[in-house]
């Protein structure tokens, strides 16, 4: 069974930065690509970044780029999120998601909530 | 690669068929998905590649289209579909989703 666990949300003053991790289970982790999704509260769902299963091949959204990192480890099947300079807009839940491109988003971790408030 | 949805809403009754469309700013050939999504859960991937039902998805949802316009269709709504529908595109490497179609109850 795939299993995708979130961890690391929490609140965070703006300005400050936040590690989000996602342990893969169920599934060969190296032959996949990943995908972290947000979704602001009451809003819909908005892409954030994707990594190539080697991990040498990192995307991001515009506004990611230069904040965010998106990173694996793949010898212990988990996916990270390094996020610096946190703004307010950045609220929202974090998912990691299964792929990236070519094909759907079959399996999505339960999300992990980041909250940038002062 | 912009996606619009429409409609925005939707009220609609048990046994109902309703589509929901999604236009992309260019072509993304077929590569457009569809997920649902209910309050506090994350989304569902119902039909991948514009028409590939997902397993344990129902029949009563089918996808169409090509190129820069798609459809959702829901064969006859059950109370269980009500809730929100994102499209999404896998095109390019930055993928992006609709806006979203919130479907209620009439």
């Known amino acids: 069974e795939v299993q995708l666990l979130e961890s690391g949300g929490s609140l965070v003053q703006p300005g400050g930065s936040l590690r989000l991790s996602c342990a893969a289970s169920?599934?060969?982790?190296?032959?996949?690509?990943m995908t972290w999704v947000r979704q602001a509260p009451g809003k819909g769902l908005e892409w954030v970044s994707g990594i190539s299963d080697s991990g040498r091949s990192p995307y991001y959204a515009d506004f990611a780029k230069g904040r965010f990192t998106i990173s694996r480890d793949n010898s212990k099947n988990t996916l990270f999120l390094q996020m610096n300079s946190l703004r307010v807009e950045d609220t929202a839940v974090y998912y990691c998601a299964k792929d990236f491109v070519g094909t759907g988003l079959e399996y999505w971790g339960q999300g992990t909530l980041v909250t940038v408030s002062s | 690669i912009q996606l619009t949805q429409s409609p925005s809403s939707l009220s609609a009754s048990v046994g109902d068929r309703v589509t929901i469309t999604c236009r992309a700013g260019?072509?993304?050939?077929?590569?457009l998905n569809w997920y649902q999504q209910k309050p506090g859960k994350a989304p569902k991937l119902l039909i991948s590649?514009?028409?590939s039902l997902q397993s344990g998805a129902s029949s009563r949802f089918s996808g169409s289209g090509s190129g820069t316009e798609f459809t959702l269709t829901i064969s006859s709504l059950q109370p269980e579909d009500f809730a929100v529908y994102y499209c999404?595109?896998?095109?390019?490497?930055?993928?992006?989703f609709g806006q979203g179609t919130r479907l209620d109850i009439k």
């Open positions: 169920g599934f060969k982790f190296t032959d996949h690509a």
């Open positions: 590649t514009t028409s």
């Open positions: 999404q595109q896998s095109y390019s490497t930055s993928i992006t």
């Open positions: 260019q072509s993304v050939d077929r590569y």
